[in-house]
């Protein structure tokens, strides 16, 4: 089970990233939840978008303003460009600014190459990286002094880990390159953007008793599949003062799977 970090209201005054405003995307589950949740933890007034899961984006919310914090679900389909510059748009309006961007939402599917559709090819580039750039692009431009974009890619990204992953982890490359361009292009301004790249983590698409895991586990040196709070920690502090002059980082945090 996922540490829940939840506290008193009083104790979001304490946070590194107190007055904060934080948006991220696909935040209803898993690796995203975690994220928002634990920027919450860190005093950050956070917005979640999600595209299919209305019920348990209220709970991420819910428990977030249970514990004194601040939050707000948007419906947005991260391969709607439109849905997700509205996302932007909306996190502006409700809380004033925008400082944090986790480009967290993604999709995944596997496929020998002659079996992979053009339809489903175009799904994951849609969601994977026209999103993500979308979400950034529209981001940046409430950005000021400060301003960080953290995307979330995947040790995928930079190893075949094996077949039929092709494709996934073409998107997942493209992110990585993006956030070397954009660390270069948006660092005179003040901002930085890192990826940080999980191996695997225990979530719906892929849990740690699934029929992926015991192949994974023998190649994890921990001996364990990560979770959603060992993602969130690194990026909470790339989203805080520590992480500021961390840019252009592909950050895996895998457990030793690609060492």
């Excluded at 502006?92 to 489903?120: H, Q, W």
């Excluded at 529209?138 to 990204?157: D, K």
């Excluded at 077949?163 to 996934?168: E, F, K, L």
């Excluded at 270069?184 to 983590?201: E, K, S, W, Y």
Aim: charged fraction near 20%; glycine fraction near 14%.
């Amino acid at each position: 089970m996922e540490r829940s970090f939840q506290k008193k209201e009083e104790d979001f005054s304490m946070g590194t990233l107190k007055g904060k405003v934080a948006l991220v995307t696909g935040g209803s589950r898993g690796i995203g939840a975690a994220i928002a949740r634990r920027l919450a933890h860190e005093g950050a007034a956070v917005v979640i978008t999600y595209a299919a899961s209305p019920a348990k984006a209220a709970e991420v919310v819910h428990g977030i303003e249970a514990a004194g914090g601040r939050a707000v679900a948007v419906r947005a389909d991260s391969a709607d460009v439109e849905a997700v510059r509205s996302a932007v748009a909306q996190t502006v309006k409700t809380f004033g600014r925008l400082d944090v961007l986790v480009n967290n939402a993604g999709v995944a599917a596997m496929a020998p190459i002659d079996e992979f559709s053009l339809e489903e090819f175009d799904r994951l580039m849609a969601v994977n990286v026209r999103g993500l750039f979308a979400a950034t692009q529209e981001a940046v431009r409430h950005m000021g002094e400060g301003g960080r974009v953290i995307n979330i890619g995947s040790v995928s990204g930079d190893a075949a880990l094996m077949p039929g992953m092709a494709v996934y982890g073409a998107t997942k490359a493209a992110v990585a390159g993006l956030t070397r361009g954009w660390a270069r292009d948006l660092g005179p301004r003040g901002i930085t953007v890192n990826n940080v790249a999980p191996g695997p983590v225990d979530t719906d698409m892929n849990p740690a008793d699934g029929p992926l895991a015991a192949k994974f586990k023998d190649q994890i040196p921990v001996q364990r599949y990560g979770k959603g709070d060992d993602i969130a920690g690194m990026v909470a502090y790339l989203a805080g003062p520590e992480g500021a002059f961390v840019t252009g980082a592909d950050l895996k945090i895998d457990g030793g799977f690609t060492a």
